[in-house]
């Protein structure tokens, strides 16, 4: 029973290559997708099987077909929520990037839990007969894009492009004081905090290598609006270098000490390459209105 189907006409510029290398290398397919696409002949181009060592080209029409055994999760079992307040800042056949408020969880703990980020893209897409699938999260105190799956396959298509850093998202943090010099680098381990399990700190237990681009945007003699772009993705990673290099994020709860409202931390662009056209695009989310 073919419960997916992904259909796409190769463009004028792909060059001639095996299918296999179409699914495996440019498509970046799982070998166990690859391994079920191949013996249940649920790979046709242009409406016929093709074995996997033959050339595919341009203008070829090709259509891959899962039943759903080729997933390690197959349904994502989000509750929809009851009053779901989602933005969606971008959407295809595959994906979406939505806006995650401040204060929100990106997804449930525990089986009943609803309305987080995760229930509320449930609930936008169900009544069109498809379901949620996470492909990343942001703390529950930072706001910004994030990209939701629409369907199993693309998780570790999108997986894989995260892995080799081919999705970026950048941030904006609005910092105490003023940074020197106005663009660098942090580049400080980060392991857990032993005196409190909710924080991460700078060489903490277990500490692995860190690493945050910065460059200061504008500042005035309090606060510094920041542009942030990691490369690598640790817990509280942006949160626990502003703060050990002297200058956190106004409200964050957890590494500042000010009494602001929510935290200035805004995943304010995502870049993404889009499964299967393998093209780049960018997505911006807006800064919240609470931003000065």
């Keep these: 029973m073919v419960n997916w189907q992904i259909e ?8 001639e290559i095996s299918l296999r290398d179409l699914l495996s290398v440019q498509w970046l397919l799982p070998s166990r997708f690859v391994h ?3 013996i249940r002949r649920h790979v046709l181009v242009n409406g016929r099987y093709r074995y996997m060592n033959q050339l595919v080209g341009p203008g070829d029409h090709i259509c891959l077909q899962f039943s759903g055994e080729e997933f390690r999760t ?6 929809a929520s009851p009053q779901p307040h989602l933005h969606v800042l971008f959407e295809n056949r595959d994906l979406m990037v939505v806006d995650k408020p401040a204060g929100q969880k990106s997804h449930p703990n525990q089986p009943l839990e609803n309305n987080t980020l995760m229930n509320d893209a449930q609930a936008y897409l169900q009544p069109q007969g498809q379901n949620a699938y996470m492909v990343h999260r942001i703390d529950q105190a930072t706001s910004g894009a994030v990209i939701v799956a629409k369907n ?3 998780v570790p298509i999108l997986d894989r492009l995260m892995a080799q850093g081919r999705i970026h998202r950048s941030y904006l943090a609005l910092i105490h004081g003023q940074l020197t010099p106005t663009h660098g680098s942090f580049n400080w381990p980060i392991g857990r905090d032993e005196n409190d399990r909710r924080k991460r700190k700078v060489n903490g237990v277990h500490a692995q290598s860190a690493i945050t681009e910065y460059e200061v945007v504008k500042a005035n003699a309090q606060f510094s609006l920041v542009r942030l772009r990691l490369k690598t993705g640790r817990t509280h990673q942006i949160r626990v ?3 050990h290099s002297g200058h956190p994020i106004v409200g964050d709860p957890l590494y500042s000490h000010d009494d602001h409202g929510p935290m200035l931390l805004h995943g304010d662009c995502q870049q993404l390459i889009l499964p299967f056209k393998m ?14």
Excluded: K, M, W
């Excluded at 796409?8 to 060059?15: A, C, H, S, V």
């Excluded at 197959?74 to 509750?79: G, I, K, R």
């Excluded at 093209?279 to 931003?291: A, G, M, R, S, V």
């Design 36 to 38: 079920f696409l191949r």
């Design 8 to 15: 796409e006409t190769l463009g004028r510029t792909q060059e």
């Design 241 to 243: 270098h502003l703060a």
């Design 74 to 79: 197959v349904n994502s079992h989000y509750l």
């Design 152 to 154: 199993p396959i693309v």
């Design 279 to 292: 093209t780049t695009c960018e997505i911006h989310d807006p800064l919240p209105p609470y931003f000065p």
